[in-house]
């Protein structure tokens, strides 16, 4: 900040303007401030200077603690605003000040970007004023220059008259019209004559306002208010940043709501604002105005938002406090976070939603919500009643921000305690989730202060508080695995759950519940993925249960040059149990084995030594079955009754002992050595992508017990391709190579035949040419080569043959023609079963799930193609395999065999060709179908 002191006095030499510290020369005996005032006609000025700007003479430079001084002004009509014609590279703010640099503040003038124009800006006072003042116009945020400025009077009350709008209490109507309900969407076809500088255009075969600009305003009159207000919502389109107030009853009304409005380059876009704390208390018959206070807007329609679930016309009671379908004790998980009571922190919270103050911030677009944008230094917005009734471990933030920022996170409000801070850097163009660790539980007041820089911030949410109940569940588990040793395993341990960890499933690096130092968390696939682990940076896994050993760790991992990471037992100055070298993957993650022989419960660190890598999941391959011999005989005596060892060894696919490959086998299951592959999503599984040349995946214990004569996969591949399947691993014998076409994106079935094979084997898929995706592959018996067991299955089948055999008499034999007829009339009769498909055809419901095998994501979309804008919405989704354990962008309570979804009231409101989202986080295998229906 510049800090030379200055007093004005201009001497013409050859044209020249120039500064020096003599006596004032323009000390006139009293200004008039009401017909606009020259900025460098001033009497004394801090860190400023006098510039000529093409035509313009004006003063700038006036950075935060800067400020010019005006003596003698006469406020002798008073002041109901002040303008200023200004010009700034982004926003800023100016305080005009009474009797000088420390002063009273008379107002605060918000100075947007103006791309290198001058511009009016015009702010009410807030103060009285009149009689002669001297006056001070001082920086606090951002570089302003100023060319002139003016005081308006204070308007008398027959203009006051002229723009106010109350009802007639004979007729009910605030104007000329019939009354109308202001919920159904009101065009701006017609304009009420007390409208103040608005013109028509042309748009689609019908006439919308335009020239909406500052200081002008719309009424319409006569709409009835009979359900309460939540939000404005209206379809407009601007050039520049912009601000449209909603009013109540005249130009200086009751504020409804302000629609702040980004440049929507030629087109109209739907634009919402939450209504203000005012709003709740309109109801009966009003007049709306809308007037234009920051650039210039055209509006094609706009409608009200009735406050959710509202039912009688003047109900106050129920405005604000609506029904969540809570019934009683279940409140706890489905607090509305649009009702501006109680938050429920733990759904993932759009920053539109806030209930408290705010400063300097602007509303952008977001994923079909308003979201925080120009979070700069000394602005802040603020979020009221939030319960932390599980507590929070961390609070996880969606930014982004074009350059090094810091946004700081304090509880109580703008100036209380400091619970953590973010440093962000340039996320090119991307929001990134960052998270802030806190301990943290009841009801809070959170803002979010911006100290360095310029952030947007889309979402925030709380990650509850792992379970501080210390030991008394951990003994509960342990005595359980010696009754029940093998199901109990596999599934006691909840990925999600901060207690004891099951590492045989992939886990996401968002999952950790240790200590963390220099990484960041990104987006990918669904999760939040460690990122930016350098050198000395690490996380740690705390209690994970190896109870069927490992043989080791597998990690996804990408880097963009040579990279080491070292994985350590007991924590970051633990044993060092392996370490991978990576190189540059080009940006795909790519997967990386570290032996390990390990039983038990550990705390793992994944700790950075060289390089920059990002770790995406990582899982356990469990040790092979070491209780030699024993398992052996157990068959042994089995064989007699051949079938019953068929059917438990088919049981076993996940179980990472002996392999039966007669029945389908997903990639996802291996459990040997791979390099260089990827997995993505397939029919609700994980399956191996991006086999390229050299990459290979293994598949142990392999038994053949029924011999084989090929093996069959199920793969897709973008252009001719080479895969080649090993005996023995990736250097064992070759058994053939499977050439596979360009498959046009779709799976296909292609068969490589083998001589006699038999017995236990580890195979090998190697990638030679090309890039193939490998979803699943089985292996095809031999005939009667599998010894004794299948022999005796096909001696029975000659036994029934003689059966009808004793009935030799001919003439029964035509009656057994009609006997198939009544067979087949039965069996159309269950086909009708799959009835809960969806009914209703406006509306429509798709999803994308992502599955990780303990748990899933599922993201839906409700899109309506009807025609016509739909406001409410109902859906029950079938439970069938779902079980829902988070929500977010909805309300979901249960009814039966059906969970049933209601949305917020900023998201029930869909307009034709539009869609909403919401998604939910369930437990378990993800569903193959989801079955649903719209209902009123």
Request: hydrophobic share 30%; with cysteine; aromatic share 8%.
């Given at each position: 900040?510049k800090?030379?002191m200055?007093?004005?006095?201009?001497?013409?030499l050859?044209g020249?303007?120039v500064?020096n510290n003599?006596?004032?020369v323009?000390?006139?005996p009293?200004?008039?401030?009401?017909?606009g005032?020259?900025?460098e006609?001033?009497?004394?000025?801090?860190g400023?200077?006098?510039?000529?700007?093409g035509?313009?003479?004006?003063?700038s430079?006036?950075?935060?603690?800067?400020?010019?001084?005006?003596?003698?002004v006469?406020?002798?009509k008073?002041?109901?605003k002040?303008?200023?014609?200004?010009?700034?590279?982004?926003?800023s703010?100016?305080?005009i000040?009474?009797?000088?640099?420390?002063?009273?503040?008379?107002?605060?003038?918000k100075?947007?970007?103006?791309?290198g124009?001058?511009?009016?800006?015009?702010?009410?006072?807030?103060v009285?004023?009149?009689?002669?003042?001297?006056i001070?116009?001082?920086?606090?945020?951002g570089s302003v220059?100023?060319?002139?400025w003016s005081a308006?009077e204070?308007s008398?009350?027959?203009?006051?008259?002229a723009?106010e709008?109350?009802a007639d209490p004979?007729?009910g109507?605030t104007?000329?019209?019939?009354?109308?309900s202001?919920?159904?969407?009101?065009?701006t076809?017609e304009?009420?004559?007390?409208s103040?500088g608005v013109?028509?255009?042309?748009?689609k075969?019908?006439?919308?306002?335009?020239?909406?600009?500052?200081?002008?305003?719309?009424?319409v009159?006569n709409?009835?208010?009979?359900?309460?207000?939540?939000?404005?919502?209206?379809?407009?389109?601007?050039?520049e940043?912009?601000?449209v107030e909603?009013?109540?009853?005249g130009?200086?009304g009751t504020?409804?709501?302000?629609i702040?409005?980004?440049?929507?380059?030629?087109?109209?876009?739907?634009?919402?604002a939450?209504?203000?704390?005012?709003?709740?208390?309109?109801?009966?018959?009003?007049?709306v105005?809308?007037v234009?206070?920051?650039?210039?807007?055209?509006?094609e329609?706009?409608k009200?938002m009735?406050?959710?679930?509202a039912?009688?016309?003047?109900?106050?009671?129920?405005?604000?406090?609506?029904?969540n379908?809570?019934n009683?004790?279940?409140?706890?998980?489905k607090?509305?976070?649009?009702?501006g009571?109680?938050?429920?922190?733990y759904?993932?919270?759009?920053?539109g939603?806030?209930?408290?103050?705010?400063?300097g911030i602007?509303?952008?677009?977001?994923d079909?919500?308003k979201?925080?944008?120009?979070?700069?230094?000394?602005d802040?917005?603020?979020?009221?009643?939030?319960?932390f009734?599980?507590?929070?471990?961390?609070?996880n933030?969606?930014?982004?921000a074009?350059?090094?920022?810091?946004?700081?996170?304090r509880?109580?409000?703008?100036d209380g305690k400091?619970?953590?801070?973010l440093?962000i850097?340039n996320?090119?163009?991307?929001?990134?989730?960052?998270?802030?660790?806190?301990?943290?539980?009841?009801?809070?007041t959170?803002?979010?202060v911006?100290?360095?820089?310029?952030v947007?911030?889309a979402?925030w949410?709380?990650?509850?508080?792992?379970?501080?109940?210390?030991?008394t569940?951990?003994?509960?588990?342990?005595?359980?695995?010696t009754?029940?040793?093998?199901?109990t395993?596999?599934?006691?341990?909840?990925?999600g759950?901060g207690?004891?960890?099951?590492?045989?499933?992939?886990i996401?690096?968002?999952v950790n519940?240790?200590?963390?130092k220099?990484?960041?968390?990104?987006d990918?696939?669904?999760?939040?993925?460690?990122?930016s682990l350098?050198a000395?940076d690490?996380?740690?896994?705390?209690d994970?249960?190896?109870?069927?050993g490992a043989?080791?760790?597998t990690f996804?991992?990408?880097?963009?040059?040579a990279?080491?990471?070292?994985?350590?037992?007991?924590?970051?100055d633990g044993k060092?149990?392996?370490s991978?070298?990576?190189s540059?993957?080009?940006?795909?993650?790519?997967?990386?084995?570290?032996k390990?022989?390990?039983t038990?419960?550990?705390?793992?660190?994944f700790?950075?030594?060289?390089?920059?890598?990002s770790?995406?999941?990582?899982?356990?391959?469990s040790?092979?079955d070491?209780?030699?011999?024993?398992?052996?005989?157990?068959?042994?005596?089995?064989p007699?009754?051949?079938?019953?060892p068929e059917?438990?060894?088919d049981?076993?696919?996940g179980s990472?002992?002996?392999?039966?490959?007669?029945?389908e086998?997903s990639?996802?299951v291996?459990?040997g050595?791979?390099?260089?592959?990827?997995?993505v999503?397939?029919?609700?599984k994980k399956?191996?992508?991006?086999?390229?040349?050299?990459?290979?995946?293994?598949?142990?214990?392999?038994?053949?017990?029924?011999?084989?004569?090929a093996?069959?996969i199920?793969?897709?591949?973008?252009?001719?391709?080479?895969?080649?399947?090993r005996?023995?691993?990736?250097?064992?014998?070759a058994?053939?190579?499977?050439?596979?076409a360009?498959?046009?994106?779709?799976?296909?079935?292609?068969?490589?035949k083998?001589d006699?094979?038999?017995?236990?084997?580890?195979?090998?898929?190697?990638?030679?040419?090309g890039d193939?995706?490998?979803?699943s592959?089985k292996a095809?018996?031999a005939?009667?080569?599998?010894?004794?067991?299948?022999?005796?299955?096909p001696?029975?089948t000659?036994?029934?043959?003689?059966?009808?055999?004793p009935?030799?008499?001919?003439t029964?034999?035509?009656?057994?023609?009609?006997?198939?007829?009544p067979a087949p009339?039965?069996?159309?009769t269950?086909?009708?079963?799959?009835?809960?498909?969806?009914?209703?055809?406006?509306?429509?419901?798709?999803?994308?799930?992502n599955?990780?095998g303990s748990?899933?994501l599922?993201?839906?979309?409700?899109?309506?193609?009807?025609?016509?804008?739909?406001?409410g919405w109902?859906?029950?989704i079938?439970?069938d395999?779902?079980k829902i354990?988070?929500?977010?962008?909805?309300?979901?309570?249960?009814?039966?065999?059906?969970?049933v979804?209601?949305?917020?009231?900023?998201?029930?409101y869909?307009e034709?060709?539009?869609?909403?989202?919401?998604?939910?986080?369930?437990?378990?295998?993800a569903?193959r179908t989801?079955?649903y229906?719209?209902?009123?």
């Amino acid at each position: 900040m510049k800090r030379q002191m200055t007093v004005l006095s201009s001497i013409a030499l050859g044209g020249l303007l120039v500064l020096n510290n003599s006596v004032d020369v323009n000390a006139a005996p009293a200004l008039n401030p009401y017909n606009g005032v020259e900025a460098e006609v001033n009497f004394g000025q801090s860190g400023t200077k006098v510039v000529t700007d093409g035509d313009v003479k004006a003063v700038s430079s006036i950075d935060s603690g800067d400020y010019f001084i005006v003596k003698d002004v006469n406020f002798s009509k008073g002041v109901s605003k002040f303008k200023v014609n200004a010009k700034a590279d982004s926003a800023s703010l100016i305080e005009i000040r009474d009797g000088g640099a420390d002063g009273d503040v008379i107002a605060n003038i918000k100075i947007g970007a103006t791309k290198g124009e001058y511009k009016e800006f015009v702010i009410d006072s807030s103060v009285k004023i009149d009689g002669k003042k001297t006056i001070a116009f001082v920086g606090k945020m951002g570089s302003v220059a100023i060319d002139k400025w003016s005081a308006v009077e204070a308007s008398d009350d027959a203009e006051k008259e002229a723009t106010e709008f109350p009802a007639d209490p004979e007729t009910g109507k605030t104007g000329e019209g019939d009354i109308v309900s202001p919920y159904d969407g009101i065009t701006t076809e017609e304009i009420a004559k007390e409208s103040k500088g608005v013109e028509q255009e042309d748009y689609k075969d019908k006439k919308v306002l335009t020239s909406l600009e500052q200081d002008d305003y719309y009424v319409v009159h006569n709409l009835k208010f009979d359900k309460g207000i939540a939000a404005f919502t209206a379809s407009i389109k601007a050039d520049e940043p912009s601000v449209v107030e909603v009013r109540a009853d005249g130009v200086e009304g009751t504020l409804l709501a302000k629609i702040r409005v980004t440049g929507t380059d030629g087109e109209y876009k739907t634009f919402t604002a939450k209504a203000e704390e005012d709003a709740k208390e309109i109801s009966g018959t009003h007049a709306v105005v809308f007037v234009g206070k920051v650039g210039k807007v055209s509006i094609e329609n706009w409608k009200a938002m009735h406050a959710p679930n509202a039912k009688t016309i003047d109900d106050k009671d129920g405005i604000g406090t609506p029904d969540n379908g809570n019934n009683g004790n279940k409140d706890e998980d489905k607090t509305n976070t649009g009702s501006g009571a109680t938050l429920f922190p733990y759904n993932d919270i759009s920053t539109g939603t806030n209930y408290g103050e705010t400063k300097g911030i602007e509303y952008v677009d977001y994923d079909g919500n308003k979201v925080v944008s120009s979070l700069g230094a000394g602005d802040y917005f603020t979020v009221k009643d939030v319960d932390f009734k599980k507590g929070a471990a961390v609070i996880n933030v969606k930014v982004k921000a074009d350059k090094a920022a810091m946004l700081e996170l304090r509880d109580g409000g703008v100036d209380g305690k400091v619970l953590g801070s973010l440093k962000i850097n340039n996320t090119n163009g991307k929001y990134e989730s960052f998270n802030i660790k806190v301990d943290i539980t009841g009801k809070h007041t959170l803002a979010f202060v911006g100290k360095v820089g310029d952030v947007s911030v889309a979402s925030w949410k709380a990650l509850s508080a792992p379970d501080k109940s210390g030991t008394t569940p951990t003994p509960t588990p342990t005595p359980a695995p010696t009754p029940t040793p093998g199901k109990t395993e596999d599934t006691t341990g909840n990925t999600g759950s901060g207690a004891t960890l099951f590492p045989y499933n992939e886990i996401s690096t968002g999952v950790n519940y240790g200590e963390t130092k220099g990484i960041e968390y990104v987006d990918y696939d669904g999760n939040k993925v460690v990122s930016s682990l350098g050198a000395g940076d690490y996380f740690t896994v705390k209690d994970v249960d190896f109870k069927k050993g490992a043989a080791a760790i597998t990690f996804k991992a990408k880097a963009d040059k040579a990279a080491l990471i070292e994985l350590r037992d007991g924590g970051v100055d633990g044993k060092v149990l392996g370490s991978v070298k990576l190189s540059n993957t080009n940006g795909k993650y790519e997967s990386f084995n570290v032996k390990v022989d390990i039983t038990g419960k550990h705390t793992l660190a994944f700790v950075g030594k060289v390089g920059d890598v990002s770790v995406a999941s990582w899982k356990a391959l469990s040790a092979p079955d070491k209780s030699g011999t024993t398992p052996t005989p157990a068959p042994t005596p089995t064989p007699t009754p051949a079938p019953t060892p068929e059917k438990t060894e088919d049981t076993k696919k996940g179980s990472g002992s002996t392999l039966f490959p007669y029945n389908e086998i997903s990639t996802g299951v291996n459990y040997g050595e791979i390099k260089g592959i990827e997995y993505v999503d397939y029919d609700g599984k994980k399956v191996v992508s991006s086999l390229g040349a050299d990459d290979y995946f293994t598949v142990t214990d392999v038994d053949f017990k029924m011999g084989a004569t090929a093996i069959t996969i199920s793969a897709k591949a973008d252009k001719p391709a080479v895969v080649e399947i090993r005996d023995g691993g990736v250097d064992g014998k070759a058994l053939g190579n499977i050439k596979i076409a360009n498959t046009n994106g779709k799976y296909e079935t292609y068969t490589l035949k083998l001589d006699k094979f038999t017995g236990k084997h580890t195979l090998a898929f190697v990638g030679k040419v090309g890039d193939v995706s490998i979803a699943s592959w089985k292996a095809t018996a031999a005939d009667n080569n599998g010894g004794s067991t299948p022999t005796p299955a096909p001696t029975p089948t000659p036994t029934p043959t003689p059966t009808p055999t004793p009935n030799p008499d001919p003439t029964p034999a035509p009656t057994p023609a009609p006997t198939p007829d009544p067979a087949p009339t039965p069996t159309p009769t269950p086909t009708p079963t799959p009835t809960p498909t969806p009914a209703k055809s406006n509306l429509t419901l798709s999803h994308t799930v992502n599955d990780w095998g303990s748990g899933y994501l599922v993201d839906f979309r409700v899109s309506n193609n009807s025609g016509e804008t739909v406001n409410g919405w109902k859906l029950r989704i079938k439970k069938d395999g779902i079980k829902i354990n988070q929500n977010w962008c909805m309300e979901v309570k249960e009814e039966g065999d059906y969970y049933v979804i209601t949305p917020f009231f900023w998201n029930s409101y869909i307009e034709n060709g539009n869609f909403v989202s919401f998604g939910i986080i369930g437990q378990g295998t993800a569903p193959r179908t989801i079955t649903y229906e719209f209902i009123k």
